[in-house]
Every structure is written in structure tokens, then in C-alpha cells.
């Protein structure tokens, strides 16, 4: 077997990363897309505690994203829309950072702000217009537009702003989205409310935001009442590489849901049983009934 001389991508990409001109994404600051981040993630990355590596996925899911980002840019290039792309929200404090993605001209002449963002393939197919656009979204847009020096600019600043969603697997339409932002002091209190949390963990090291609560999410979407049932941490600690925080990913298969067979949970299933057909209720809207071996003696759930 020695003699194949197996491609390995991820270790190549991986060690191609080191050659490239250094991240200038700076981890000691505080940044707009923070605000809807893990706040014990965010406040332990800020002040330098640990963190992994990141993984050749992580680095995939990066350079995927970006490419898709310079596309979109290309395309409004293309078609004399680009005011710009990348650009700060200059009104944000020193120690804050964040851009925008880019700025479109409208045919009436303003410009709106927007934003891309690309999304697991399976989300994307779960979803549906009402799942559009996510709320970190609509705050991370809303926070650049509140800070945006629109005087500064030649052009007027449309009242609308947009996220457009790709997938990142490329096989699914994109979803595009308008919105009012959201008024302003909803961004500069969740803005306070970070800081605060920064300040208290400089006071007492130990005095951190609390963990995300764990709870029943989908492993694997097969389909709009079809998948795979996991209880564990949100998906956000799939990506966080804070070491040695509680939640660092432990999933645990409570169920599955198929067309042919329903509902079957595994024996953990019971301990989250009401958390199960809450979460099924509301992603399904249908309503499902526990298997007999389980019903609590003497009644029904
Ligand atoms: S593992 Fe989860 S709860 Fe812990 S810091 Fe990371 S995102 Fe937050």
C-alpha cells in the first residue's frame, strides 16, 4: 500500500497557508461580528487564553468563503454597481473593528450597505424564507450602518440594508435579503454590554460569561421532518478553539426521524425527552408521541 501515494489536500493546503501574507485579523480587539459570537468565546479570545489551531477544515470553509466573497465583488465590478467592498464603519470606537462587505448603487442612486454569507449546504436546504436573514446578521449589518460616516461620503446611504446568502457547497439558488436596520440603541447596548463583560474578566480572571446552554439540535438534516437528533452544545462550539471550556463539543445521538420508520429515540433519549418534542415541535410543527416503553407509569407525556 505504501507505493499509492495518497494526495493528502488538507495537509498540503494547510502547510500552503504558512506562505501566505500574515492574518491581519487583529484577535485583541473586539469586533462587530462578536456581538452575536459565544461572549465567554469572545472574551477569553480577546484577552489571549488558548485556543487550537485551526483545523484544514477551518481552512477550507475560509478560503471557500473568501473565493465566493471576491466573485460577488467581480460580478458588481462588472456591472459599475461596486461603490466599494471591505470597507471600515469608521465611526466604530479604536477598539472595536469591523467592515462591511461592500456598498451597492442602486438605481436611485444611493448606496446600500450589504453583506455576504455563506452556508452549509444542508442549512440551506432545511431552511425557508422565514429562516432568512439570521439575527447576528441583521445586528452585524446594522451595527456597520449605525456607524457608518455616510456624510463623508459622495453618496447617499440607502435606508435599507441587505445580506445575500450563498452556499457554500454551490448546489443551492442564493437567498438574498432587505431589512430596515435595527434602531440604534439596540446595537450600542449589546456594544456596552460586551465591553462590560471584557471589564469584569480584567477585575477577576475567573469572572467569565457563562457557557452556552447545551440542548437538542439536528445532527444531520435529511430532510424538512427528517434527521438525525443530537443533544450536546450548539453548533457554536463546533467552531470555537477555546481550550478547556465545559462545552467543548460532546454530542450525544438521542434520535432519529425518517419517512419510513418516524420517530425512534435511543434509551438516553428520556432525559431530554420534553426538550425532544419541544424541539421537534417547533421545527416540524407536527406533533409526535413518545414510544410505549416510555410513557412515564400510569400516563401519557
Ligand atoms: S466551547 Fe462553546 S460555550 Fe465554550 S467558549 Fe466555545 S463557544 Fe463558548
Not at 480584567?202 to 467569565?208: A, F, G, I
Request: a neutral charge.
Amino acid at each position: 500500500m505504501s507505493n499509492l501515494y495518497l494526495f493528502d489536500v488538507d495537509t498540503a493546503v494547510a502547510a500552503e497557508c504558512e506562505h501566505r501574507a500574515p492574518n491581519t485579523w487583529d484577535k485583541r480587539k473586539l469586533h462587530v461580528t462578536d456581538l452575536s459570537a459565544c461572549t465567554k468565546q469572545v472574551v477569553q479570545r480577546q484577552r489571549g487564553d488558548r485556543e487550537t489551531p485551526l483545523t484544514p477544515q477551518d481552512i477550507n470553509m475560509f478560503d471557500l468563503a473568501n473565493y465566493q466573497h471576491d466573485r460577488v465583488y467581480r460580478a458588481l465590478e462588472l456591472q459599475k454597481a461596486l461603490v466599494f467592498s471591505e470597507q471600515r464603519a469608521m465611526l466604530l470606537p479604536d477598539e472595536w473593528g469591523g467592515t462591511a462587505d461592500y456598498g451597492r448603487l442602486l438605481p436611485s442612486g444611493r448606496v446600500r450597505l450589504g453583506d455576504v454569507k455563506t452556508s452549509h449546504p444542508n442549512w440551506v436546504q432545511a431552511s425557508s424564507p422565514v429562516d432568512y436573514p439570521k439575527p447576528e446578521h441583521v445586528l452585524q449589518v446594522s451595527t456597520y450602518f449605525h456607524h457608518w460616516d455616510w456624510l463623508n461620503r459622495v453618496y447617499e446611504l440607502d435606508e435599507y440594508v441587505e445580506v445575500t446568502y450563498l452556499d457554500r457547497g454551490g448546489a443551492n439558488p442564493s437567498r438574498p435579503t432587505v431589512f430596515s436596520p435595527l434602531p440604534a440603541h439596540k446595537v450600542t447596548d449589546k456594544m456596552a454590554a460586551l465591553e462590560a463583560w471584557v471589564e469584569r474578566a480584567k477585575v477577576n480572571p475567573l469572572d467569565l460569561p457563562p457557557v452556552l446552554p447545551q440542548g437538542v439540535h439536528w445532527g444531520k438534516t435529511w430532510g424538512p421532518v427528517s434527521g438525525e437528533l443530537k443533544y450536546g452544545p450548539p453548533w457554536n462550539c463546533r467552531y470555537c478553539h477555546i481550550i478547556d471550556c465545559p462545552n467543548e463539543r460532546k454530542d450525544h445521538i438521542v434520535g432519529k426521524i425518517t419517512k419510513k420508520k418516524g420517530l425512534e429515540f435511543v434509551p438516553m433519549a428520556k432525559h431530554f425527552e420534553h426538550e425532544l418534542y419541544a424541539f421537534l415541535f417547533e421545527k416540524t410543527k407536527r406533533m409526535f408521541s413518545a414510544p410505549d416503553k416510555w410513557l412515564p407509569e400510569g400516563g401519557r407525556l
